[in-house]
């Protein structure tokens, strides 16, 4: 994968698969808080239809490889090889067409109280470090801390 390439993936799916949401969509603008520091008023946009970002709060913006490099601070080389990871789900048809396997009908095991189902981690090996995932484990509700 080149940075050409690289650059033509979806930047609002590749910031979900990061564990980003945006806080409002408008037209072709995804206003999101910044993943680069901590903030209470959105300054982070992406340019769907440009498949490009900036973040108001730095002054900087760029296309998916300058995002990575960015959030990762690295280089070119290892931006693209974490993009390489990032597969979108292309094949898949749209989520209102897959069958809800979330819902009771659909369980192949039918449990009524969810703490039958709960898992618990005791202990790691070693310590989550991924900033995204850290972020994702620390959402509303989930009570999982890094």
């Known amino acids: 994968m ?13 910031l979900s698969f990061l564990g980003f949401q945006p806080t409002s969509v ?3 603008d995804y206003w999101y808080l910044s ?3 901590d903030e209470k008023i959105p ?5 769907r239809s440009k498949n490009v970002w900036y973040d108001h709060g ?12 960015q959030f990762y601070q690295c280089d070119v080389s290892e931006s693209l090889q974490k993009i390489r990871f990032f597969q979108p789900q292309i094949n898949f048809k749209k989520t209102a067409d897959r069958p809800p ?4 009908e659909n369980s192949l095991i039918n449990y009524t ?3 039958q189902t709960a898992i618990k981690i005791i202990a790691a090996k070693q310590p989550v470090l991924e900033p995204w995932l850290c972020r994702y484990l620390k959402k ?6 890094c």
């Open 35 to 37: 993943p680069f520091r």
């Open 101 to 104: 396997f979330h819902l009771q």
């Open 26 to 28: 408008r037209g072709n």
């Open 140 to 145: 509303k509700n989930r009570k999982i801390y």
């Open 43 to 47: 300054s982070f946009k992406i340019h």
């Open 58 to 69: 730095i002054g900087t913006g760029g296309g998916l490889v300058d995002f990575v490099k």
């Open 2 to 14: 080149n940075c050409e390439e690289a650059n033509k993936i979806d930047m609002v799916d590749y």
């Open 113 to 115: 109280d969810a703490s």
